[in-house]
Each structure stands twice: as C-alpha cells, then as structure tokens.
T-cell receptor, first 112, second 114 residues
Framework: KNQVEQSPQSLIILEGKNCTLQ??????????LRWYKQDTGRGPVSLTI?????NTKSNGRYTATLDADTKQSSLHITASQLSDSASYIC???????????FGKGTRLSVIA | NAGVTQTPKFRILKIGQSMTLQCAQD?????MYWYRQDPGMGLKLIYY???????DKGEVPNGYNVSRSTTEDFPLRLELAAPSQTSVYFC?????????????FGEGSWLTVV
C-alpha cells in the first residue's frame, strides 16, 4: 500500500529557533514530492515541488531536501516566526495517472 | 485574481438531504479537483476534471457527483447526505497535470451531517 508518513505528529518551538520536519514515503514509481503549509481553517498553500532528480529546493526560510534512494524528505524552517504556526503536509506524486498521496501533516506551533 | 473560491464556508445538513458545494477559479486552469480532509487524516481525492466536459473519479467518489460545464466552475453534489460525509471539502485547480504544476486550493467548506 502506498504511504506517506510524517514525523513528528506535532512540534512546539520557540520563536527564532530552527526546526526540521520529516517525511518518509513508500510510494513508487515516484514523480515528484511537494510540501504544503496549511494554516488553521484555511486551504493548503504550496511551498516547494521537487522531482526525483532534485535533492534540495528553497523558498525563503523554507528548505526542502529529498533523498530518493532512502525515500526520505525533510523540510527545514530557519529562524521561525509566529506566522509559521501551521500544519505542514508532505505530498507525493506517483508516476502515471494516479492521485496525489497526502501525508497526515505535522502540526507546528511557534511560541514567543 | 480571486484564485479558487468555494461556497458555502459552513453548512449543516440533515441525513438524507442533498446539497451542492460550489467552486470557481479565475486562473483559466484546465485541471480542477475536489478533496475531502477528515480530522487527523491526509486529503483524499473525490473527483477531478482535466477540462470542460470531462470528469473522472478519484479515490473516494461514492455518494458524490460532479459536473464541469465550463472551465471556471466545478460543483460537487452530495446526494442523500450521510454522517460519514461530515468533513472539510477543498476544491483545487492547476494549470496542467500534477506532474509539473502547482495545485492551488480554495479555503475549504466545512460540512456537518446530523
């Protein structure tokens, strides 16, 4: 069964600190991997998209890495801000005409 | 650009009632999608469309219907609502295939069936 597993389930950090969120996937064959940010009560917003041949991509203070050999991705947030409090969702796109596979998300809370 | 607009934001239905969730996008995107998000779970695809007049089932289509008469609009119809359909529904769109393009989501519609 295709799966996308994210860890930790939730995380609390102090404002200004860095953090790293993990995503492990078992889906194959693999086309691309995305990270989305979902604020409470809002729709997901795209942060990064990486194909299997890319191993890092940045979007401001967000940096995603991908190791296609170990089927792991991480999202690193630098100098966290209160507005970073949200759920971060890892999404994998299989090759072919199949739906995206969404992880359950990591709930990040940034506190002052 | 409003992006993807969904209505209503909140709705309470009684078991057996029917309703339509409206979705419109103003980005001239060919692809449109309906997802549901249950508490603590990942989003699941209900239906999708690759262009006007073309729709196809996703992972969890039972109890739903869609139509795509125009590029802009992609309504989701719930027939004979059941408590299992209590969820948050997200409409989304993309310029092209999910292989290459960013998917833009609406703000969500919270549906409770009692």
């Amino acid at each position: 069964k295709n799966q996308v597993e994210q860890s930790p389930q939730s995380l609390i950090i102090l404002e200004g600190k860095n953090c790293t969120l993990q995503c492990n996937y078992t889906v194959s064959p693999f086309s691309n991997l995305r990270w989305y940010k979902q604020d409470t009560g809002r729709g997901p917003v795209s942060l990064t998209i990486m194909t299997f041949s890319e191993n890092t991509k940045s979007n401001g203070r967000y940096t995603a890495t991908l190791d296609a050999d170990t089927k792991q991705s991480s999202l690193h947030i630098t100098a966290s801000q209160l507005s970073d409090s949200a759920s971060y969702i890892c999404v994998v796109r299989l090759s072919g005409n199949t739906p995206l596979v969404f992880g359950k998300g990591t709930r990040l809370s940034v506190i002052a | 650009n409003a992006g993807v607009t969904q209505t209503p934001k909140f709705r309470i239905l009684k078991i057996g009632q029917s309703m339509t969730l409206q979705c419109a996008q103003d980005m001239n995107h060919n692809y449109m999608y309906w997802y549901r998000q249950d508490p603590g779970m990942g989003l699941k695809l209900i239906y999708y469309s690759v262009g006007a007049g073309i729709t196809d089932k996703g992972e969890v289509p039972n109890g739903y219907n869609v139509s795509r008469s125009t590029t802009e609009d992609f309504p989701l119809r719930l027939e004979l609502a059941a408590p299992s359909q209590t969820s948050v529904y997200f409409c989304a769109s993309s310029r092209g295939t999910e292989d290459f393009y960013t998917i833009y989501f609406g703000e969500g519609s919270w549906l409770t069936v009692v």
